[in-house]
């Protein structure tokens, strides 16, 4: 069974840091493309970072320069190291399996809570 | 940047046809997901490339996709489909999503 188990969320405030956790199981890891989708309370789905099985990484322009996006196959896990952190990337943060071959979301974790605030 | 854009709400009976679109530019050069979220919980995938079903989706479940729209249709609609539905493509290695449509069965 395909889990993918988010950790690190908490309270940060502006101009802070963050960094989340996503362990990952039931499934060949490193075969896989993972991303990090979150959703601010009772708004859409904003994709934020992708990082490939090379180890490629993709961002929006809404965080690039600030997200940093890694992975360690070894470990199943991969993360998100959020810097200069704004009140609007208050938002559920949810991990996600990316199938490489047909470039597919096909699993989410149930997500970590961040909430920027002084 | 690239823009998917979908209604906000679509009411539909039970047992009816419901069918939600999704508009961007020519996104029918390019693949469409849907993805279902139901309060409290997170997205399900129900439509990968624009009309194959993963497995444990039912059959009602259907998409497709041409010219500058997608549509996710739900034959038969029951109440248990009452949710949020988001679509999804790439765009230039980047995901986008559309802002989401309420599905409300009543």
């Known amino acids: 069974e395909v889990q993918l188990v988010e950790s690190g969320g908490g309270l940060v405030q502006p101009g802070g840091s963050l960094r989340l956790s996503c362990a990952a199981s039931?499934?060949?890891?490193?075969?896989?493309?993972m991303h990090w989708v979150r959703q601010a309370a009772g708004k859409g789905l904003e994709w934020v970072s992708g990082i490939g099985t090379a180890g490629d990484t993709y961002y929006p322009g809404s965080v690039k320069g600030r997200f940093t996006i890694s992975r360690e196959n070894a470990k199943n896990s991969f993360y998100l190291q959020m810097d200069g952190l704004r009140a609007g990337d208050t938002a559920v943060y949810y991990c996600v399996r990316g199938v490489e071959a047909t470039t597919t979301i096909d699993y989410w974790g149930q997500g970590t809570l961040v909430t920027v605030s002084s | 940047s690239y823009e998917l854009t979908q209604p906000p709400s679509v009411s539909v009976s039970p047992g009816q046809t419901a069918s939600i679109s999704c508009s961007g530019d020519?996104?029918?050069?390019?693949y469409a997901w849907w993805y279902q979220q139901k309060p409290g919980q997170s997205p399900v995938l129900v439509i990968?490339?624009?009309?194959k079903r993963p497995s444990g989706i039912p059959e009602r479940f259907s998409g497709s996709n041409s010219g500058n729209t997608a549509t996710l249709t739900i034959s038969g609609t029951q109440p248990m489909d009452e949710a949020d539905y988001y679509c999804?493509?790439?765009?230039?290695?980047?995901?986008?999503f559309g802002g989401g449509t309420k599905l409300t069965v009543l």
């Open positions: 020519k996104l029918g050069n390019k």
């Open positions: 999804q493509a790439w765009d230039s290695s980047t995901v986008v």
């Open positions: 039931g499934f060949n890891f490193s075969n896989y493309d």
């Open positions: 990968y490339q624009d009309m």
